[in-house]
Every structure is written in C-alpha cells, then in structure tokens.
Nanobody, 118 residues
Framework: QVQLVESGGGLVQAGGSLRLSCAAS????????MGWFRQAPGKERQFVAA????????SYADSVKGRFTISRANAKNTVYLQMNSLKPEDTAVYYC???????????WGQGTQVNVSS
C-alpha cells in the first residue's frame, strides 16, 4: 500500500515555473514506477509524465516535452515535476500515481491545483 500526497501547486503567470512534489509513504517507494497526470475542468484525465523505479527511464506527453521534467529522489520517497514555460492550457489538477508495473497505476494522490494566468 502506498499513500501519495502532492504539493507545490498554485497560481503562476504564463511563462513562469512551478515545481510539484509528491511524497509517498512506505518503505518500498523505490519499487514503484511513478507518473504525473492532470485533469482540466470538463476534460478527461491525461498523462503528463512518467519515470521508472530507478529513474533511468522517463516519458512525456508531447504537449509538455521540453518544458516539464520528471525526477525522483528515492531516499526521500519523493517524485517531482518541474514545470517551466507554463501556458494557460496547463491549468489543471495535477495528480501523481504509483504502480509496480510500468503504465499501470494502482495508487493515486488527491491532486494539487495549478492555475496559469495569461
């Protein structure tokens, strides 16, 4: 069982940056693949970025490539999402997720709101 708590959301102007954090409980964090997803009002939840258990492999949605960076610190049980050059269309609730199988996420956080003003 893993519990996930996101933080770092807020209001930022277009072109600005935010860093989201996701703190995980439990001793086996390093065994989990981690992902970030987002959901804008009236839209379906969409994939943003993922990182393997070791941190050696990452993947991104085309819409955030070159602007967002996912990373993890297994010693701190934390995964990060550095978001640069933010756009109004990045406004959403951002969720982190964990799973033992790449691409299959069994555990989800409660989300953190990101608002980007134009």
């Amino acid at each position: 069982q893993v519990q996930l708590v996101e933080s770092g959301g807020g209001l930022v102007q277009a072109g600005g940056s935010l860093r989201l954090s996701c703190a995980a409980s439990g001793r086996t964090f390093s065994s989990y693949h981690m992902g970030w997803f987002r959901q804008a009002p009236g839209k379906e939840r969409q994939f943003v970025a993922a990182i393997s258990w070791s941190g050696g492999s990452t993947s991104y949605a085309d819409s955030v490539k070159g602007r967002f960076t996912i990373s993890r610190a297994n010693a701190k049980n934390t995964v990060y999402l550095q978001m640069n050059s933010l756009k109004p269309e990045d406004t959403a609730v951002y969720y982190c997720a964990a799973g033992v199988v790449a691409g299959v996420y069994a555990y989800w956080g409660q989300g953190t709101q990101v608002n980007v003003s134009s």
